[in-house]
Every structure is written in structure tokens, then in C-alpha cells.
């Protein structure tokens, strides 16, 4: 059953994310930010936000998740840990094992308009959403995100664990290594990104609007093919949302 919160965790597997929450709306102004294996700053922010009832995203390990939520209720507050599928939204899932974080991501586009759209959350992995114009979620992909990619290719091939420079053009044929590496990571996010809005399209027969969100979406958005929406928040907007829902 829901809790009508007013504060929404977001648990990454690398970041924690939170924000107040007021009448299913999230307070932009009141969004932090820490590491979800050392959420001090979490903590910290407690004692300024007076809320009551926190509401969980999590898709981090499982014992992270309950670390941080016996933090919370350590404070006092009442803590609704959120599955998916587990209340009505907008959009419901494709299928039961799709993670939160997705099934969060995609409420908010969906209230803002009719029309199909996809979500890029770019961070430890990328994934792609797709929801059509009748709100069905249709699936999406999962990609490495370039982080993983690349600690995925040093492992195997430990010689190319170099320092990376800033990427600059990535278009440009690199001239060393480090270079080579740092271009070579973006274009292959950017490239599968705008690989899986064409498929997403022919899915539908129609034109998709492309929403981006995660770590490395500011750094994508301008290598990709056609123009998207950079909304950094939109799991804590989803969980906002999920906080008036039954």
C-alpha cells in the first residue's frame, strides 16, 4: 500500500538522489545528492527538510537499499519501499521485472503529452524505454553505460587503461590512445542510443519525442541525432507522482 510521502529516495547503484515532495509534486529546489555507499549527506539533509514519510526507488544492491532505509527510519520517518507494478500511474509496466527506476522515468512524459516517446536514462547502464501514443509501454533496451563499457574493455585488455582526456570531437579521428578511448566510449553510447530511437519509431509506425536523463545525458545530448529533453530528475519525478497514487 502507498504512503502519502513527502520526501522521495532515489537509489542508484552508484548515486543516491532525494527531493521534498508537496501535494504529488516534487520541489525541485529541495533535490541532493551523495554516494549511495556513504549517504551522509542524506542524513544531513534530514535534519533541514522536516519530513515525515520517505517513499524508495531503489535499484541498488538490496543491502544498500535496506542500509539506507534503516537510516531513515533511525530518523523517525515512515518508509514505503516502491516496486514495480505495485500502485496505478500513467504508464504501466511491460513486464514484471522491468527496474523501477524505468518504470519511474516514463510517468512524467506520459502526463505531458499524447504522443510516443522514448526515455534515455544514461548512467552505470543505459537504458531505452518506449511508450506509444495509446501509453503502453512497448519495452525498451539495455546497453552498458560508458563507465561499465569501459572498465569492461580494461579488464579484458589492460594495456589500453590509460588517463582519458576530454573527448572533444568525437567525429575526429584520434591521434593516441587516451583520445581514441574517450571518443571512441561516447560514440558508441550515442550511437546506440540513436540506433534504438530508429527501431523505437519503426515499433510504432510514428515519430517519437526523445526525453534523456542519467549522469551522462548532458554529456550525450548533443552528439545525438536529433534534438532530445534533458529532464535530470524524472525518477524523482516519478516517484513524486507515485506518492499520490493507490
Known amino acids: 500500500m502507498s504512503v502519502s510521502a513527502d520526501l522521495v529516495v532515489d537509489i542508484g547503484h552508484a548515486r543516491i538522489k532525494w527531493g521534498r515532495v508537496h501535494n504529488g509534486l516534487l520541489e525541485v529546489g529541495s533535490i541532493g545528492h551523495g554516494q ?86 544514461s548512467g552505470t547502464a543505459i537504458t531505452v524505454d518506449l511508450v506509444d501514443g495509446n501509453g503502453r509501454h512497448r519495452g525498451g533496451w539495455i546497453m552498458a553505460g560508458i563507465r561499465a563499457a569501459r572498465g569492461g574493455l580494461f579488464a579484458c585488455a589492460p594495456g589500453l587503461d590509460v588517463p582519458l582526456p576530454k573527448a572533444a570531437e568525437i567525429d575526429q579521428p584520434a591521434r593516441e590512445t587516451g583520445a581514441a578511448l ?14 534504438a530511437v ?15 536523463t542519467g549522469g551522462n545525458a548532458a554529456e550525450l545530448a548533443p552528439l545525438l541525432e536529433r534534438p532530445a529533453r534533458h529532464e535530470q530528475h524524472l525518477v524523482l519525478h516519478g516517484l513524486a507522482i507515485a506518492t499520490q497514487a493507490k
Open 182 to 195: 574517450a571518443r571512441g566510449g561516447l560514440m558508441l553510447a550515442a550511437g546506440g542510443i540513436d540506433r
Open 36 to 121: 549511495t555507499e556513504s549517504p551522509n549527506a542524506l542524513v544531513t539533509a534530514l535534519d533541514e527538510m522536516n519530513c515525515d514519510h520517505a517513499l524508495l526507488s531503489g535499484q541498488s544492491r538490496p543491502e544498500s537499499v535496506a542500509r539506507i532505509a534503516d537510516v531513515l527510519r533511525q530518523a523517525g520517518m515512515q518508509v514505503d519501499i516502491m516496486a514495480t507494478g505495485d500502485r496505478g500511474l500513467p504508464v504501466a509496466p511491460a513486464y514484471d521485472s522491468l527496474g523501477c527506476d524505468r518504470w519511474l522515468g516514463l510517468q512524467k512524459p506520459r502526463l505531458e503529452g499524447q504522443d510516443p516517446f522514448v526515455v534515455v536514462d
Open 198 to 212: 530508429r527501431a523505437a519509431e519503426h515499433a510504432v509506425k510514428d515519430h517519437v519525442s526523445l526525453w534523456l
